[in-house]
C-alpha cells in the first residue's frame, strides 16, 4: 500500500478526496538529474541553476519583455536552498528547508515571475510559462486509473494563475487542477476530485498533491504540463517529486494483464 506523507500546509480536504493507493509508479522524476551551472544575473553559485530540464521534458515561454532575471525566464531549474536565498526567501524557505518539514530536495522545478520581474519590471506585462512531461506510454493502463502526484509550493497573489493539465496522444488539454489567485488567495478548483475551495496565503507552500486522471480506454500516450499564466510581479509555483501510478493495468481477452511491471519500466 502506499503511503502519503502529511505535509505542514496540506488541505485535510485533498487528503480525503483524493485517491491514496496507486499499485504501481509508471513514471517518476526527482529532477536530480538536471545538470546546474553557474549563475547569470543572480548572486553568484557555481552548480545552481539550469534552463534545461531531464531528458525529454520541455520548459516554453511567452513574456511580453524578455529582458528580465535570466534564471527564471519561464520554467527552470535550480538549487532548492539557492533559490531561497536569491529570492530573499520571503517565506520559500518552508518548501526548500527539510529541517523544517520543506519537502523540496536538491533541485526543484521554478516558476518565478517575482524573481524574473527584479530585473527591469520584465514581469508587468504579463509572464506565461508551461512545463512539460516527456510522452508517458499509457497503452497498458487501463482506463481511469490513474493518480499523479508531486510536490508543491504555491504562493497567490495578484492575477497570478496556474493549472494542471493533461494531454492524451496530442488530444485536447483535459483540466486536472486550477489555481486562482483572489488577491492572496486561491481558488483551487479539482473537479475530477470534486474539490471546489478557498485557501489562504501561504496554505499551499508546502504540499504533496494527488489528483485523478481520466485517462480514457485505448491511449497510447499521456503528457502533463503545468502552466502558469497572467502572472506580473507576483510569487512562485515550484514542483518535486513527480509521480505518476496506476492501479489498474489492461487485460486481455483471457483477464490477464497485457504487460508486466518490469516491461513498463524498461520502457521509461
Known sequence: MAMTRLTLCVPLLLLIAAPLIADEVIFEEDFE??????????????KVWSAEGPEGWVAEFD????????????????????????????????????????????????ADPDEYDDANGAAGPGYF??????????????????????????????????????????????????????GIDTEFIAKHDKIDELFND??????????TIPNPKGAKEMTVVWEMTDATNDWWWAIDNVEVSTSAFAVDADGKATTTWAEVKRRQ
Open 33 to 46: 538529474s538536471v545538470v546546474l551551472g553557474p549563475n547569470v544575473d543572480e548572486a553568484a553559485g557555481a
Open 202 to 211: 501561504l496554505e499551499n507552500v508546502n504540499e504533496t498533491l494527488v489528483f
Open 129 to 182: 510559462t508551461w512545463l512539460f512531461t516527456p510522452p508517458i506510454p499509457m497503452s497498458n493502463v487501463g482506463p481511469d486509473s490513474v493518480t499523479v502526484q508531486f510536490d508543491s509550493s504555491w504562493r497567490p497573489e495578484d492575477t497570478q494563475n496556474a493549472r494542471l493539465y493533461v494531454t492524451f496522444d496530442g488530444g485536447n488539454e483535459v483540466d486536472i487542477l486550477t489555481m486562482k489567485s483572489l
Open 63 to 110: 513574456l511580453a519583455a524578455e529582458n528580465g532575471i535570466t534564471e527564471w525566464k519561464g520554467w527552470s531549474f535550480a538549487s532548492a536552498d539557492w533559490w531561497k536565498t536569491v529570492a530573499g526567501d520571503q517565506d520559500r524557505r518552508l518548501f526548500t528547508d527539510p529541517g523544517a518539514g520543506g519537502l523540496a530536495i536538491g533541485t526543484v522545478a521554478i
